[in-house]
């Protein structure tokens, strides 16, 4: 708590008091009195502006005596505009109506929560996924289209993912849902297979990530935002596309009364993934005569993937209280989902394929949600809390080999495991548990402070029997029935300060991770009782960042931040099989600055232009990272440090007001700097990290025809490029002296969508066309993806 | 701007890379050195020197795999575990441009199959990993399977699938060191499987035992160089390193016996310092002329790890695991070997003056060109190789390496 205090103390000369005035405050909601948020409130003359909150509140201090008028607009609700008289502090509420044929007005004046976190002060990319979310794609494909973005898959829907930002991969983005870490739901939501209409927005921070939101990240996360829907309403959507791959998703609420609300979200995945890839190498047995194998060939074919189904479902319910005097919104939620993958490859393709290999994951997670305003809004308090088990099954354990022509072959599978070093049938049980308190104060109109503490904790045991055993005393040990634990806390401080009228905003923070792990130390021998191990930290990480406000259509904006990103279980503790332990593994660090301007501006008739430019600077310190430990055995060890830089471009073109243009632009260097291990020498100095793309971008064509066949029915057209340039999977100094034969050509994928909207019949038909010109298009480490495929999706809304 | 931009790109090349022109490859060279080097990624930089490499040497425009392990050269051709992972071998030569050109293969269907051994023109062997019982007798030449044996008969403590750490000639037999092939567990045994390679029969066994508790590991080292001036051969082990307090042991395997001699102790890491108990091993070790032998030997203990002995009463008793695993990753981050000559018939280790000490499992492999013997180098301060020359015995740096850390030099020009 020292720390707190000192904290406190710092941040109290930056604060700026303010002046004796009134306030006017109040709440938007609409026909069924939810709560609109990031409604639009104006009050004239006096310049001023507020944004409703999450519970539709806002608040506007420091306002003068006088007559006033004051608007209130939102997408999707007619604009309310109406006469007031400051005399004292006064309280207006508004109730909106929704519109159709207001929406162009309200996209050009209004401000979604969206497009005010692109504007936040720190780097942010909020797509907001509503304007995607009936055509028939996925998360991961409108991920694509940002800027810094690279998202990789090794295989189709539901396959593994790994994401590239800014350079950063792997353990070091984090991905949130709903600001929880996502693997807190025990596999039950990944990002790739969570339909996109299941989704409100997809928020990605290059940079600082707030204290509300943000646990160790290395300098960047995701944070995928859930539906959230009002009013009664009941949403669906079916899909089915290539590769038999089905998609049903179901999202509804009810409000009982206008305290008291119901809501359901589910979806349900099916794919068989089978498609094909071109020219692989397939292992091939010549038989002699009495059937015993006489030798192996290898041949090249073009083979249809057999073993990749991916089957997932997952529902979740929830019950809300609204504006009671005790709670702004309190929310009990319950989600069951259930998983399974059948596994194709390992991390490449060989002449053998996987046949046998599967996962599975059964998760129950129970969430509660409060937030109570206090002292007329000033001060907020939010809680988030998660209870999540889930079992996780692991079978590779098949005395089978299987060839690309799906064959199984004569010749036994000694290991008796395809993926894994050893055979596996490991059933786990997973018991996560997640706080979060948020309360934010505005001291006054110009000054906010937050303070955020977040603790998980983790909890794994489980059993494999055919798995490695310790032996302890002589007798054999599972090591996987005896628990593993880590706990993380992640205190977290925030002052956002505003100057000059609000031109000049000034964020600070600091951050606090405490992080404990405890586990068997399963490569101890001789031993005669559980070798069990502990392994703790404590680190700080600090950042700041400016906006100044030029004009109305221009800002500019900067950030440094010091992050730190704590090693998992793994990487301390190993994994009981190939990596062995290290605990005196420190956390990675980064310093990263972002820079960036935006600017944009609304043209006559509905016309609009905007243009984002940023760039960043990483310098990341102690990577953890996989080296040889003797003959046989890995660990992870913190070694090389790597320098980053990038510039980033991001523009929206509307020349007319039915036609537009998204474009993004990403080139980035990313260079391995002096090693800390000391068995190196430093001879990869001035290398590229392997496997990360280093310019790419794509742009996107809209296109809408109204009044098609009927009145106010609109067919929107839509064209996505994307462009990745050729990358290296080997660590080379200079492409163009790198090995042909592992160097990932320049991709060029072209995909196309159209959507035939009826909306007084709140339905909308989708078809979209990937990978249209049948390219052939790589993945993670050259894995193939998919040629020409097609996906049909029908969406109706009930109201 | 940006939609210029894309405009102007996409109008360009699809920037596909053209092969390497490889010129004639019947005309390859026979003479040069394949210079390979590790990357922080582990992987690999690989390239050609037409001569011996002076002064530094730069690898940071070689060419790339995701792995080059060269296990045997023979005829001027690299035999390895393909570079590109693909479960299986591959035979290499450089070409007469001097690009590295692979001119055949040997799929297996295990991908950690990692041993080809080649005794001549006429015959080599490999495992596939998959069939741990059988090993493969081909044609180096023509890269045609000869024969499969069914070293079935081999013992195995506990019967488990057994993998072969490398293939060691003497005339027509071939001797394989044994090693658990799922986990990569060890033996308490060092124990040797023998196959005839004109009978494609297996032959029998030998064994060494260590204290009946404690693993005996072997390493994998580049070629042969085995057998003394009398048709002695002679097979390192690599004693136990995680603590287990067994020295690792030259064996010898007289000539004309078939059995480890029992009476033959020659432990080069006891020998260099008795006090040096945890990490008694030894690596890269090779055969010269006159009883003679090289190899680097774990000579020290470091005090960070002493430490730590000290404050449990120096008893390793009392050591827990959290400490024993400690002392371990000390060691094995340690330049705590010397390059050394060994005399096997007077079991004498003597370090080589002038070339720095290094981590006994640190990068590298022995060359050898005439007279000379190159030992690499790779520590904290160095990535170089240093030179010895067998008629004047001066030790001199022969050249460095920057553009990736040492993984080995080989001279082509040399069968195994």
Not at chain 2, 123 to 141: E, H, Y
Not at chain 2, 276 to 300: D, H, M, Q, R, W
Request: proline share 4%; with cysteine; charged share 20%.
């Amino acid at each position: 708590m020292g720390k707190f205090y000192l904290i406190v103390l710092l941040w109290l000369p930056l604060v700026v008091f303010s002046q004796d005035s009134f306030t006017i405050s109040g709440k938007v909601v609409d026909d069924n009195r939810l709560a609109i948020p990031f409604a639009n409130v104006v009050l004239s003359l006096d310049n001023k502006y507020a944004i409703t909150d999450e519970n539709g509140r806002y608040r506007m201090d420091n306002i003068k005596p006088g007559r006033y008028s004051i608007s209130v607009s939102s997408l999707g609700f007619k604009t309310q505009k109406t006469q007031i008289t400051i005399t004292k502090n006064l309280t207006q509420n508004f109730i909106l109506t929704t519109t159709v044929e207001d929406l162009d007005n309200v996209l050009v004046t209004g401000k979604t929560k969206s497009k005010l976190l692109t504007e936040n002060v720190v780097a942010i990319t909020s797509l907001d996924i509503q304007k995607s979310k009936d055509q028939a794609l996925g998360v991961e494909d409108v991920l694509k289209q940002s800027t810094g973005v690279v998202v990789r898959q090794s295989g189709g829907l539901g396959s593994n993912l790994n994401i590239n930002l800014n350079g950063l991969t792997g353990q070091a983005v984090r991905t949130y849902y709903d600001g929880m870490p996502i693997e807190l739901y025990g596999g039950a939501l990944q990002l790739n297979f969570i339909p996109v209409d299941a989704l409100e927005r997809l928020d990605i921070y290059k940079g600082i990530i707030p204290v509300n939101v943000g646990t160790d990240a290395l300098g960047g996360g995701l944070n995928l935002v859930p539906l959230k829907i009002g009013g009664n309403i009941l949403r669906t959507s079916y899909s089915v596309g290539s590769f038999n791959t089905h998609r049903f998703s179901l999202h509804g609420n009810y409000n009982f009364n206008e305290n008291l609300s119901a809501s359901i979200s589910s979806f349900i995945n099916y794919t068989d993934n089978d498609y094909e890839m071109r020219d692989i190498p397939n292992i091939v047995e010549n038989l002699r005569t009495d059937g015993t194998v006489e030798s192996i060939t290898e041949e090249r074919i073009n083979a249809t993937r057999f073993h990749d189904r991916f089957r997932s479902s997952l529902v979740e319910a929830s019950l809300s209280i609204h504006d009671v005097p005790w709670a702004d919104e309190l929310q009990v939620s319950a989600l069951f989902s259930k998983r399974d993958n059948q596994i194709q490859q390992g991390t490449f393709i060989t002449g053998l394929a996987v046949g046998e290999a599967e996962t599975e994951a059964t998760v129950v997670v129970q969430k509660l949600n409060y937030k109570k305003a206090f002292f007329k809004e000033k001060l907020k308090f939010n809680y988030s809390g998660l209870y999540a088990r889930s079992i996780n099954t692991t079978n590779d354990s098949t005395t089978a080999f299987y060839n690309w022509r799906g064959e199984r072959l004569v010749t036994e599978n000694s290991r008796g495991s395809e993926i894994f070093g050893i055979p596996i049938a490991r059933k786990g049980e997973s018991i996560g548990t997640a706080h979060r308190i948020t309360a934010s104060y505005a001291i006054s109109d110009n000054v906010q402070f937050v303070i955020s503490e977040f603790n998980y904790g983790i909890e794994i045991d489980g059993e494999d029997p055919i798995g490695t055993r310790i032996e302890i005393d002589g007798e054999q040990i599972d090591p996987n029935t005896i628990p593993s634990k880590l706990r993380s806390n992640v205190f977290g401080t925030e002052l956002n300060t505003t100057f000059f009228d609000k031109k000049l905003t000034a964020i600070g923070f600091y951050k606090n991770y405490d992080y404990s792990a405890r586990s068997i130390e399963f490569i101890a021998s001789g031993i005669t009782e559980i070798p069990l191990r502990t392994v703790k930290s404590n680190n700080d990480g600090f950042g700041f960042g400016v906006k100044y406000q030029m004009s109305t259509e221009i800002f500019l904006r900067s950030s440094f931040e010091r992050t730190l990103r704590l090693p998992t279980q793994n990487e301390v503790f190993g994994d009981f099989a190939a990596i062995v332990p290290n605990f005196e593994l420190r956390p990675e660090q980064s310093n990263n600055i972002n820079v960036g301007a935006r600017y944009e501006k609304n043209l006559t008739n509905n016309r609009f232009i905007s243009l984002d430019v940023s760039g960043f600077l990483r310098d990341q310190e102690n990577l953890i990272r996989p080296v040889p430990f003797g003959p046989e055995n890995s660990q992870f060890i913190n070694e090389a440090n790597v320098e980053s830089i990038g510039i980033e471009l991001g523009s929206r073109f509307r020349p007319f007001s039915n036609l537009s243009f998204n474009g993004s632009f990403t080139y980035q260097q990313l260079e391995i700097g002096k090693s800390n291990d000391i068995r190196s020498s430093g001879g990869s100095e001035g290398s590229s990290v392997p496997n990360i793309p280093n310019l790419f971008f794509n742009v996107t064509a809209n296109y809408t025809l109204e009044n098609i066949f009927r009145s106010k029915n609109n067919l929107e057209l839509s064209w996505n490029y994307l462009f990745v340039d050729r990358f290296s999977v080997n660590e080379v100094i200079d492409l163009d002296s790198a090995n042909p034969a592992f160097v990932v050509p320049r991709q060029h994928l072209n995909n196309a969508n159209i959507s035939y909207i009826l909306p007084e019949q709140n339905l909308v038909c989708s078809l979209a066309v990937q990978n249209i010109f049948d390219q052939e298009i790589f993945d993670n480490f050259r894995i193939p993806r998919p040629g020409i495929n097609y996906a049909f999706k029908i969406s109706y809304s009930l109201q | 701007m940006i939609y210029l931009f894309i405009f102007i790109h996409t109008s360009c090349d699809d920037g596909l890379n053209d092969l390497a022109d490889l010129g004639d490859v019947n005309n390859i060279k026979t003479s040069g050195f394949i210079v390979v080097g590790t990357t922080s990624s582990n992987t690999a930089r690989v390239k050609y020197f037409e001569n011996l490499p002076s002064g530094t040497i730069d690898l940071s425009d070689g060419i790339d795999f995701p792995r080059f392990f060269p296990n045997s050269i023979y005829n001027h051709a690299i035999f390895l575990a393909r570079p590109d992972e693909s479960p299986g071998y591959s035979k290499y030569v450089v070409s007469e441009n001097g690009d590295l050109f692979e001119i055949g293969t040997l799929p297996t269907l295990n991908a950690g199959s990692f041993r080809i051994d080649v005794r001549d023109a006429e015959f080599g062997v490999f495992q596939d990993r998959a069939t741990p019982d059988n090993i493969t007798i081909f044609n180096p030449t023509t890269l045609q399977i000869i024969d499969g044996v069914d070293m079935n008969e081999g013992f195995v403590p506990g019967d488990i699938d057994q993998r072969y750490q490398r293939f060691i000639f003497r005339g027509d037999d071939v001797f394989a060191p044994i090693r658990g092939n799922v986990t990569g567990e060890s033996f308490s045994s060092f124990i040797l499987h023998q196959a005839n390679l004109i009978t494609g029969q297996f032959v029998g066994d030998t064994q060494r035992n260590g204290n009946g508790v404690s693993d005996i590991i072997t390493f994998n080292n580049f070629g042969q160089r085995l057998i003394d001036d009398s048709g002695n051969l002679y097979v390192a082990d690599a004693g136990n390193y995680t603590g287990g307090q067994v020295w690792g042991r030259v064996n010898k395997i007289p000539a004309g016996s078939n059995e480890i001699d029992p009476d033959y102790v020659f432990e080069p890491a006891r020998a260099l310092n008795p006090s040096n108990v945890f990490l008694p091993t030894f690596n890269n070790f090779y055969v010269l002329n006159n009883g003679k032998a090289i190899a680097k030997v774990n000579s020290e203990t470091p005090q960070a790890a002493i430490d730590i002995i000290l404050s449990v009463g120096g008893n390793l008793a009392n050591l827990t695991p959290a400490q024993t695993q400690e002392i371990l990753s000390i060691l094995f981050s340690a330049e705590s070997a010397r390059w050394c000559f060994l005399d096997l018939n007077a079991f004498t280790v003597t370090p080589i003056a002038n070339i720095p000490a290094v981590g006994v499992f640190s990068g590298g492999q022995v060359f050898f060109d005439g007279n000379t013997i190159f030992f690499p180098v790779a520590n904290a301060t160095e990535n170089a190789y240093f030179s010895y020359n067998t008629n004047t015995e001066v030790v001199e740096k022969a050249f460095e390496i920057t553009g990736a850390d040492i993984s080995g030099v080989y001279n082509i020009a040399n069968n195994n």
